[in-house]
């Protein structure tokens, strides 16, 4: 679960809602998803927003997938294969956020 303005990602236990562990972030926590194993979260601090894969153990950026400038990243949730979505704040759309294939060289 993301702490939007305390920029904090905290693992939950869903039978007792207790916090297990906190990962604490650079930058706001708009949006959380896992896909094949890995953390993803967006960001979004004023003009600028991305979608970052982070270690889930260290909060270690490994990963950093940059928008456009103005093009917000408000929620986060993948397709269990290679996209994202992710809203646009008050744009009131929906977008599709391609991540790089695993194996592929960057």
Known sequence: MGQHRGRKIHQIDPETGAVLRTIECSRVVTGVTWIDGELWHGTWEGDESDVRRIDPRTGE??????MPPGMGVSGLES???????????????????RRSRRGASK
Request: glycine share 20%; hydrophobic share 35%.
């Open 61 to 66: 950026v490994l990963e950093k997938l940059d």
């Open 79 to 97: 397709d269990g294969a290679d996209r994202f979505f992710c809203g646009g704040g008050s744009s009131g759309k929906v977008r599709a956020v």
